[in-house]
Each structure stands twice: as C-alpha cells, then as structure tokens.
C-alpha cells in the first residue's frame, strides 16, 4: 500500500510542480485557479479512495462526514501552499534576504495551519470513530503530507542553487 501510495504521489505532483514551475511568470489567475481545483478534485478521489482501501470503514457514517469535513478545509490550504510555490517560482533567482525572510514565515505558517488542522480532526475523529481510526486516520494523512512535502522539495531548487 506505502508504495502504491508514493507512486501516485509522486507521479500527480511532479506533474503539478512542473506545471507551476513553468507558469512562473504566470500569476494565480482565474484560469491557474481552474487548473488548481481541478487537480485538486481528481486527486481528492483518489485519495478518498485510498483512505477507503486504507481505514477498511465504509460504513462509518460519522467518519465520512468528517473526513469530507477536513478536505473541504485541506485543499483551501493546499491553494495557499501552491500560491506559496508560484511566488517562489515567479521570485526564483532574483529573491533577496528580506524577500526569502517573508517567504519562509508565510511557507513555517502555512505548515503549521496543515498540522494543526490534521491535529483538530484527529480529535474530532477520536469523539465520534475511536482512537483506533483516529490514529489510522492521522497516520495515512502525515504519510501522505510527507510524501508530498519530500517531492516538492526534491522538485524545487534550494535556495543557495540562486547564486
């Protein structure tokens, strides 16, 4: 399941990450929002899908509710971090130290707001499912998170490559 899960991560956002990288000087207009949402709703089911293959809980109404509950909120936060690597890319080797500072407060705040998040409907998941699929929930989400966290740092340029 871990590397059927990192193959369709790594294929979806290597992709995704290059489409932006290439739109650099494109700002997050009306038609990359489209583009962005769309992404979003296909990878959306297929990760619905494997968290189904993954909990083994169909009929867990409350769970679902909540799950669909949380990536309503995920993937708003997952517009911010894809603005938050289009402004890299627009800003890539001409960003200065005030600039890479304002950068990197709004990257740690964003990072932040995912954990917290995942955090608050393990919580919520705990109340209504048990610790059990909370804690099966969390898991597959960092798992997830991380992965795509790696591929995007293993897709974009360090800063020190600016030089």
Known sequence: MKIKIINLISKKFVLALGFLIAVGNISFAQS??????MF????GMEKKDMTMAFMDNEGDTAF????DEYEVQRKLLGQKRLQ???NYANTYGVIGDEQTDELMKVVMTQKKSLDKLIDKYYKKIKKSSGSKVAAQFYQ???Y???AIRLEI???IPFFDEFD
């Open 64 to 67: 679902w509710m909540l799950y």
């Open 144 to 146: 997830i998170l991380s």
């Open 153 to 155: 740092l293993d897709s």
């Open 40 to 43: 979003q709703a296909v990878f």
């Open 84 to 86: 938050i690597l289009v």
């Open 32 to 37: 990359l929002q489209e583009e962005v949402e």
């Open 140 to 142: 597959l989400e960092n």
